[in-house]
């Protein structure tokens, strides 16, 4: 049975459950669900909410870039890096709105490595953001 490694960053945002940021697994680093936000700090990116923390307005760049920074702090702190990423899971909230933008910063964040991808819309994700990732990268 191959060894299961905890990987907790101490510069990425808490996880907002009972998991850790990543598992590695034999040659395989498996990244919890990422979302925009920033560590120690209330406020998401791109995010703004009414007094009820529901959405009043969002910019996806904004989400997008932060997702990407977020998961860049992960696999670095576990010993990898963007360039072992292999397969990516998105998390989309509005497909129809926000696929363009996604896929354009996509496109640019993954020029020089283009890992399997699978896009899906959700109706809603567990903090008030409208993207996540869920990636698998090797050590």
């Not at 498996?30 to 406020?43: A, E, N, V």
């Not at 009820?52 to 670095?76: H, M, P, W």
């Not at 363009?100 to 283009?114: G, I, R, S």
């Not at 890992?115 to 990732?133: D, M």
Request: charged share 25%.
């Amino acid at each position: 049975m191959a060894q299961k490694d905890t990987i907790n960053s101490l510069r990425a945002p808490e996880p907002v459950g009972a998991f850790p940021h990543a598992k590695r697994v034999g040659d395989f680093l498996f990244l919890s669900g990422m979302g925009p936000r920033t560590k120690g700090i209330k406020k998401i990116p791109g995010v703004d909410l009414d007094e009820n923390g529901n959405i009043v307005s969002y910019d996806i760049e904004v989400q997008c870039r932060a997702v990407f920074e977020n998961i860049k702090t992960v696999l670095e702190d576990a010993g990898s890096s963007w360039a072992n990423i292999v397969d990516v899971t998105v998390f989309l909230t509005n497909m129809r709105d926000d696929f363009p933008t996604f896929n354009a910063l996509y496109a640019e964040y993954f020029k020089d490595n283009q890992p399997t991808r699978t896009t899906l819309e959700v109706n809603c994700l567990p903090t008030p953001i409208a993207v996540e990732l869920k990636v698998i990268a090797t050590p």
